[in-house]
């Protein structure tokens, strides 16, 4: 959940009201350009196996905390814990992180009627080096709150290798990053969709040298060790899930959650892992 500066809207789209370029009969030198190579398809996600490494369908009483052999907790102020300047605090108890009974784990944001934000910060017991990782999360669209499912290396951030594969700002998108070792230079791709309460399923590939993201089966970022240097992940000692939401920070652009609209809840239905 590193944060990340963003080129405004257009800042990469075409120029008009300004003369193209000529070749030396005076047409277009468009006109006289090689055929455009045709562009690849985009990888599609590799099929999911009979059995998984990591798997967890949360399912448990109502109420319950998630299965403490396969999760872990952060706890403690977010800004101390995740950076981002936030200003959540979080906590491992069942107001926060619990099973809904219907198969469910759910994350919370909520106030403590102080004027202070409580939520949870949970990470897998278990750790992998490439492979495949999924989930099925329903995400809360609330402006000031940053909800996310994203993965850390062993070792010291930003070394370690940050990939975030689903990041919501309360700006209606899911939106994907991989980082480099330095957190200087990244990755990033946007939902085409927008936001809607339902499940959708986010995925991680990870081979030797590349990850790609998909949401809902569709690539919607990808990265290489050629293009997004220096690489950090081949040799990170294998990566472990977190599922989170913030509050405020510089990812929601210094919004503070309306308390009326908390508890804000991200569902997830599933998390599954493979190699």
């Known amino acids: 959940m590193a944060a990340r500066a963003r080129n405004p ?17 005076g047409q277009p030198a468009t ?29 448990g ?24 300047n936030e200003t959540e605090n979080y906590v491992q108890s069942s107001n926060n992180s619990y099973l809904d009974g219907n198969g469910h784990l759910v994350i ?6 102080a004027g202070r934000v409580n939520s949870a910060r949970i ?16 995400i809360p669209n609330v402006a000031g709150c940053w909800p996310a499912f994203w993965f850390l290396g062993q070792g010291q951030w930003p070394g370690c290798g940050e990939c975030d594969v689903m990041e919501n700002y309360g ?8 980082w480099n070792s330095t957190a200087t230079r990244n990755q990033h791709g946007r939902s085409t969709s927008t936001m809607d309460g339902r499940f959708h399923t986010y995925r991680m590939d990870w081979v030797k040298g590349s990850i790609n993201l998909y949401y809902d089966n569709t690539l919607y970022t990808s990265a290489t060790s050629v293009n997004l240097t220096p690489w950090p992940f081949d040799s990170n000692g294998g990566s ?16 503070q959650p309306n308390p009326a609209l908390l508890p804000a809840k991200m569902l997830v239905d599933y998390v599954h892992c493979w190699t």
Do not use: R
């Open 171 to 178: 700006t209606g998108f899911a939106e994907g990053t991989i």
């Open 108 to 113: 919370a944001a909520t106030s403590d009627g």
């Open 9 to 25: 809207l257009g800042a990469h789209g075409a120029i008009t009201g300004v003369a193209q370029p000529a070749c030396s009969s």
């Open 61 to 84: 009483p109502a109420g319950s905390l998630p299965d403490t052999t396969k999760w872990l907790w952060d706890v403690g102020p977010g800004a101390s814990i995740g950076g981002n």
């Open 31 to 59: 006109m006289h350009q090689p055929p455009a190579t045709p562009v690849p398809p985009a990888p599609t996600p590799t099929p999911a196996p009979a059995a998984y490494t990591f798997a967890d369908e949360f399912t």
């Open 123 to 138: 990470k897998s017991n278990f750790h992998q080096l490439f492979g495949h990782w999924e989930a099925s999360i329903a």
């Open 240 to 255: 472990y899930c977190l599922l989170n939401i913030a509050v405020n920070g510089t990812g929601t652009g210094g919004v």
